[in-house]
């Protein structure tokens, strides 16, 4: 078995990445001799099985850290992989079209509503 976790100086305390299926990774400080191969998740104690730490990961000694997902990308970010997977151009250009007149139909809707938000709950004339 290969550990590919930094450790400071021999022996002694390490931090282990470990993710919960549910919340995802968090860091916990463990004993290198006794690094269990699993640990409670800190959000719902769900068995969070060791894994291989991400590559730019920095060693905190007597820490708890979460694990947190990357930003999502905006949700009308331009997204090429179905291209790369070998999607026709036309195809993709269509599917993008679909999906701006979805998101300009939402945006009038959500104006429609602020307006109507703003008209019930104007101050009435004369008070
Ligand atoms: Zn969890």
Known sequence: ???IVRTRGAGGPIVAEYACPEHGRFEATVERILMPDALPCPDCSAPSPWTISAPLYKPQRGAVVRGRPADKPHPMAMDTREL???????????????QWAEHDRATVRRDQAQRVERVLHAPEPGK
């Open 1 to 3: 078995m290969t550990f």
């Open 84 to 98: 790369g997977e070998g999607m026709p151009i036309a195809e993709w250009k269509a599917k993008r079209r679909k």
